[in-house]
């Protein structure tokens, strides 16, 4: 349908679906840089997360509960003071991540993180992510302490190795914890809204564009509700298969590990 919230509805079949798949580009690009943050976060910082999470445990209780507490902290903060805080630091004139290289000797490099196309979306990535960090830790961590130690001692008896330790018996073991985490960061990166909006609105253009955000933005911003319910269709329509086949993923795994 077709409505600004006043006046007449004018039903028009599946005609937003066609110009959304077929004709607007920003949707695309919103789903790429979905698609990104995804692999980012699936590919670099879950394994980050997992490895530092893994030599958490090996540490003295004091130490790690220390760490554990610092690494954690960027998580209980708001969404809003975290936007507002990397906002300032990415800050072309008075930020303190320019000044920092500049003082460095490499002026050159200084950019205007937020605004330039080549950092624009790294850099609102890179926000989401340090934000993010603390609970995919906190989740390894808990399933790591989990481990039953007689396996391990088994697999050692066995003539294992560490790394064949960690690799066939500690991974396996962890599956379930391991898909819940990424499960939950494909919904987040999907529903990423508030971090854009605060940061960039989705600028320059259109490079730092996500979907939640352009769904809210056509629906509420431009008033053209029929659209914007269209987005959100295909929305959680994606969302779904991407977790369906994340399932089927592990689900092989497990069977292959058994």
């Known amino acids: 349908m077709k409505w600004s919230g006043f006046g007449t509805i004018k039903f028009v079949g599946l005609e937003n679906f066609r110009e959304l798949i077929l004709q607007d580009g920003t949707f695309w690009r919103s789903l790429l840089n979905v698609s990104i943050l995804i692999l980012v976060t ?3 910082q879950n394994p980050v997360a997992f490895l530092l999470a893994a030599a958490l445990t090996k540490l003295p209780e004091k130490t790690s509960r220390l760490l ?15 936007t507002k805080l990397w906002v300032n630091i990415f800050n072309p004139t008075y930020g303190i991540l320019n000044k920092l290289i500049h003082a460095l000797g490499f002026q050159d490099f200084t950019v205007a993180w937020l605004s330039d196309p080549r950092t624009a979306l790294g850099s609102v990535i890179w926000i989401m992510i340090w934000q993010g960090f603390g609970w995919a830790l906190l989740f390894y961590y808990s399933g790591l302490v989990t481990v039953p130690a007689e396996l391990e001692e088994a697999a050692k008896v066995d003539g294992a190795s560490r790394w064949q330790t960690f690799i066939h018996i500690i991974i396996p073991y962890l599956f379930p914890v391991i898909q819940s985490v990424i499960v939950i960061d494909v919904i987040s990166s999907f529903k990423q809204m508030e971090m854009i909006y605060l940061s960039t609105e989705g600028g320059p253009g259109n490079y730092t564009q996500f979907i939640a955000v352009y769904l809210y933005q056509k629906a509420f911003k431009y008033s053209e509700y029929g659209y914007g319910n269209a987005i959100s269709v295909l929305f959680v329509v994606i969302a779904v298969m991407i977790t ?13 590990e058994e």
């Open 42 to 44: 699936v590919f670099i």
């Open 68 to 82: 554990r507490t610092i690494y954690f902290v960027p998580a209980t903060l708001s969404l809003v003071v975290v």
């Open 244 to 256: 369906i086949i994340i399932q089927k993923i592990f689900t092989t795994w497990s069977n292959q």
